[in-house]
């Protein structure tokens, strides 16, 4: 067999350790991490009792990996939904450099896009300073209209000034979430659902933090965060918490979302 080894075995074998690894980040953090490592013991119970000729341990779980198919689809169908939107989002952004390339407005939306950066982490730092709970939502390639409408519309160009007013404490809005979609303040005083798919937090984090990792695990959407309790700026992508950035970690990671 492996005198037959070839280019096109290579590259077989090189996309399946790379699909694997894909999922492998997808699962990471979360209750079906969990889930597939007994799976994967599974399998390789499976592996023995086959080697080894055992007929009964070999016939039911080989009648179980009948339906392995949509074992699967049921147990992971969060992390199928996520690793498709990934691909989806990829292929939505080769289109929008394509526009960025050769129409001329392409200009004024990078300069938007940069913008709303400086706006965003200018009004971060000082309610940073000020120690005043914050919870931004970037949507990627999906509006977030489900979540818009569970607050109050804005429509709004970004400016730290409109995002420092929205958060204070004397605002009624300042509890919920604002979301900015296509560089715009579309919604303010949102509700974010909490996953209980999310088992890789802290037992200290507090509600902004959970509901921001639940969003991100969900979609493809990013959140930023500012601790009410000590000031600190947190970033939420994929489902993953990254704490304590400063000015530089967070434009980079607002340059990654808008790539």
Same mark, same amino acid.
Do not use: T
């Given at each position: 067999m492996l005198d037959n080894f070839g280019l096109i075995n290579l590259l077989d074998l090189a996309t399946l350790g790379l699909l694997l690894y894909l999922i492998f980040l997808l699962v990471k953090g979360s209750t079906a991490f969990t889930v597939s490592v007994g799976l994967y013991i599974l399998i390789a119970v499976y592996g023995v009792a086959r080697y080894f000729e055992m007929p009964i341990l070999s016939a039911f779980l080989g009648a179980f990996w009948q339906y392995g198919v949509i074992i699967v689809i049921i147990i992971f169908q969060q992390e199928i939904r996520r690793f498709l !939107? /990934?691909? *989806? %989002? +990829? &292929? /939505? =952004? *080769? +289109? %929008?450099?394509? &526009?960025? =390339?050769?129409?001329?407005?392409? !200009? +004024?939306? =990078?300069? %938007?896009? $940069? $913008? !709303? !950066?400086?706006?965003?982490i200018e009004a971060c730092e000082k309610m940073s300073i000020e120690k005043m709970g914050v919870l931004l939502v970037f949507t990627g390639t999906t509006d977030l209209k489900f979540i818009s409408q569970s607050g109050t519309n804005i429509d709004a160009v970004v400016s730290s000034k409109l995002i420092e007013t929205i958060f204070s404490k004397q605002s009624p809005l300042h509890d919920g979430a604002l979301i900015i979609n296509k560089n715009r303040v579309k919604a303010a *005083?949102?509700? /974010?659902?909490i996953s209980t798919e999310i088992t890789n937090l802290p037992e200290n984090v507090g509600t902004r933090h959970r509901a921001a990792v639940s969003i991100t695990y969900q979609t493809d959407a990013i959140a930023i965060i500012v601790s009410e309790e000590n000031g600190s700026i947190s970033i939420a992508r994929q *489902? /993953?918490?990254?704490y304590n950035l400063n000015k530089q970690e967070l434009l980079k990671e607002l340059l990654e979302q808008n790539q």
């Open positions: !939107m /990934l691909l *989806g %989002k +990829n &292929v /939505l =952004r *080769g +289109n %929008k450099f394509a &526009v960025d =390339r050769f129409f001329p407005f392409a !200009m +004024n939306h =990078r300069e %938007k896009e $940069h $913008h !709303m !950066m400086e706006a965003v *005083g949102c509700i /974010l659902p *489902g /993953l918490l990254f």
